[in-house]
């Protein structure tokens, strides 16, 4: 037995680790993962170095956005290189000062005009995998955060906490196959649901046949699904197709928010985070 | 030791890259499963207790940073590295064109054991043409990198294994 073991230790282990994973998908399916502390002991681990990493990600973005700016004038410039040189790094550090001022306030102005407790986070990872369309957030529990709580910028809706650690929070983007935010069209009132999906980008699902929808109109939440803020921009349609059969009509959406392009976010508290107006 | 830190480092590392500096090349929504690539390298080279449980922890740790369920992943890349090693000994390693043809073939497999994983733990519409266009566009971008990144491996080690330890 020893020796069958010794002999083919590594199939085991390998065939152990299967039903472990599938163990703990069955857990999680029947929500029996509560604390699960090898999750927080990853986190602990890559945080620090995800913050450093994004940071420099959105430094070489900024420079590159700068740089294709400035290339016009590259013939004028060819005499002052070294002068021009010197001044572009100033410059960069001065333009990503007033661009982070920019957003931050944009972020305050939207937190006064939501009631209850907001927090400003970063996002610091994004999805390792096409499957999943997520991010991570510099903030955990011990800010505030809780599973569940809607997270927006001043230009719309991003998606919502679907795990906690203590200093880090995972977000589902609302262009995950998985996720759902109850809208309404805001020309007609017509309520659907926004999802991201696999095959066709974001779409508004159950939108009736009979429903006015037309390119252009804008989504917005309805405050109905107890999570998100009333009014918040989700995104808008971008095209509509009437099937010959089926009761819904099919609709692809574009989202306000992208994902790849944010850096700061609020956090919003899924029942005390009404819209003031 | 030098080598469990070797791979650590390289596993850590390759997490990075996928969740920051990957998302900055214009590929769309696609990223390069590099995690993927190390899997099949330990199951290749490195056929052992540790790389088995390595490779479940990669797959895990892309479960904490990234997805909707716990052990979706773990279970992905636990089956790649089962399937690698089982087939290991009938390949003939020493090529890039074949050691591409291997990591295409599982991250295939990794595509399939996400799949039916999906089936059975999640519910969502329209996913098999979706899940077909993710699988095959992951797993040539995945070939395409695996020469690469299997060449910087074994440097690596060679360059790990350089620093003996005294003999007493």
Same mark, same amino acid.
């Given at each position: 037995?020893?020796?069958?073991l010794?002999?083919?230790?590594?199939?085991?282990?390998?065939?152990?680790?299967?039903?472990?994973?599938?163990?703990?998908?069955?857990?999680?399916?029947?929500?029996?993962?509560?604390?699960?502390?090898l999750?927080?002991?990853?986190?602990?681990?890559?945080?620090?170095?995800?913050?450093?990493?994004?940071?420099t990600?959105?430094w070489?973005?900024g420079?590159?956005?700068?740089?294709?700016?400035?290339s016009?004038f590259k013939?004028e410039?060819?005499?002052?290189?070294?002068?021009?040189?010197n001044?572009?790094?100033?410059?960069?550090?001065?333009?990503?000062a007033?661009?982070?001022?920019?957003?931050?306030q944009?972020?305050?102005?939207?937190?006064?005009?939501?009631?209850?407790?907001?927090?400003t986070?970063?996002?610091?990872?994004?999805?390792?995998?096409?499957?999943?369309?997520?991010?991570?957030? /510099?903030?955990?529990?011990? /800010?505030?955060?809780?599973?569940?709580?809607?997270?927006?910028?001043?230009l719309?809706?991003?998606?919502q906490?679907?795990?906690?650690?203590?200093?880090?929070?995972?977000v589902?983007?609302?262009?995950?196959?998985?996720s759902?935010?109850?809208?309404?069209?805001?020309?007609?009132?017509?309520?659907?649901?926004?999802?991201g999906?696999?095959?066709?980008?974001?779409?508004? *699902?159950?939108?009736?046949?009979?429903?006015?929808?037309?390119?252009? /109109?804008?989504?917005?939440?309805?405050?109905?699904?107890?999570?998100?803020?009333?009014?918040?921009?989700?995104g808008?349609?971008? *095209?509509?197709?009437?099937?010959?059969?089926g009761?819904?009509?099919?609709?692809?959406?574009?989202?306000?928010?992208?994902?790849?392009?944010?850096?700061?976010?609020?956090?919003?508290?899924? /029942?005390?985070?009404?819209? *003031?107006? | 030791?030098?080598?469990?830190?070797?791979?650590?480092?390289?596993?850590?590392l390759?997490? +990075?890259?996928?969740?920051?500096f990957?998302?900055?090349?214009?590929i769309g929504p696609?990223?390069?499963?590099?995690v993927?690539?190390?899997?099949?390298?330990?199951?290749?080279?490195?056929?052992?207790?540790?790389? #088995?449980?390595?490779?479940?922890?990669?797959?895990?740790?892309?479960?904490?940073? =990234?997805?909707?369920? +716990?052990?979706l992943n773990?279970? #992905?890349?636990?089956?790649?590295? +089962?399937?690698?090693?089982?087939?290991s000994?009938?390949?003939?390693?020493?090529?890039?064109?074949? =050691?591409?043809?291997?990591?295409?073939? #599982?991250?295939l497999?990794?595509?399939?054991?996400?799949?039916?994983?999906?089936?059975?733990?999640?519910?969502?519409? =329209?996913?098999?043409?979706?899940? $077909?266009?993710?699988?095959?566009?992951? #797993?040539?971008?995945? $070939?395409? +990198?695996a020469?690469?990144?299997?060449?910087?491996?074994?440097?690596?080690?060679q360059?790990?294994?350089r620093?003996?330890?005294?003999?007493?």
């Open positions: 037995m020893l020796a069958f010794r002999k083919n230790q590594v199939p085991l282990s390998s065939c152990f680790c299967v039903l472990l994973s599938i163990y703990i998908l069955t857990a999680g399916a029947r929500g029996q993962l509560r604390n699960e502390p999750g927080a002991v990853v986190m602990w681990i890559l945080r620090p170095l995800q913050v450093v990493s994004q940071g990600v959105n070489i973005s420079f590159r956005d700068n740089y294709d700016t400035l016009g013939a410039n060819e005499r002052l290189r070294k002068r021009v040189q001044l572009e790094v100033e410059r960069q550090k001065h333009l990503e007033e661009a982070t001022n920019h957003r931050l944009q972020l305050l102005a939207l937190r006064s005009h939501l009631s209850g407790t907001a927090i986070a970063s996002i610091i990872a994004n999805s390792a995998t096409s499957w999943f369309q997520s991010c991570l957030l /510099d903030k955990g529990s011990a /800010d505030g955060v809780r599973k569940g709580m809607a997270v927006v910028t001043p719309g809706v991003i998606g906490v679907v795990a906690v650690t203590v200093r880090t929070a995972k589902l983007l609302l262009t995950d196959a998985n759902g935010i109850d809208v309404l069209v805001q020309r007609t009132r017509s309520r659907g649901i926004v999802s999906s696999l095959e066709n980008g974001t779409v508004l *699902k159950y939108m009736k046949r009979s429903e006015d929808v037309q390119e252009g /109109d804008r989504l917005i939440t309805s405050g109905m699904d107890g999570v998100f803020p009333k009014g918040l921009m989700v808008a349609v971008i *095209k509509v197709r009437k099937q010959h059969l009761l819904f009509q099919f609709v692809e959406v574009l989202p306000a928010v992208q994902s790849a392009r944010t850096e700061e976010v609020l956090v919003v508290a899924a /029942d005390n985070g009404a819209a *003031k107006n | 030791m030098r080598l469990f830190l070797l791979f650590f480092a390289v596993g850590v390759l997490l +990075l890259l996928q969740t920051t990957l998302h900055l090349l214009p696609v990223v390069p499963d590099l993927l690539v190390l899997c099949v390298y330990l199951g290749l080279h490195h056929p052992t207790v540790g790389a #088995a449980l390595g490779s479940f922890l990669l797959g895990y740790s892309i479960d904490v940073v =990234s997805s909707r369920m +716990l052990g773990a279970f #992905a890349m636990s089956l790649v590295f +089962l399937a690698v090693y089982l087939s000994r009938s390949i003939w390693l020493h090529h890039p064109v074949v =050691s591409s043809l291997v990591v295409f073939l #599982a991250a497999v990794k595509g399939a054991a996400l799949v039916l994983a999906w089936v059975v733990f999640l519910s969502v519409d =329209s996913f098999w043409m979706g899940a $077909a266009r993710y699988i095959i566009t992951e #797993a040539l971008t995945a $070939a395409v +990198l020469p690469l990144v299997f060449y910087l491996l074994r440097r690596g080690e360059f790990t294994m620093f003996r330890a005294p003999a007493q």
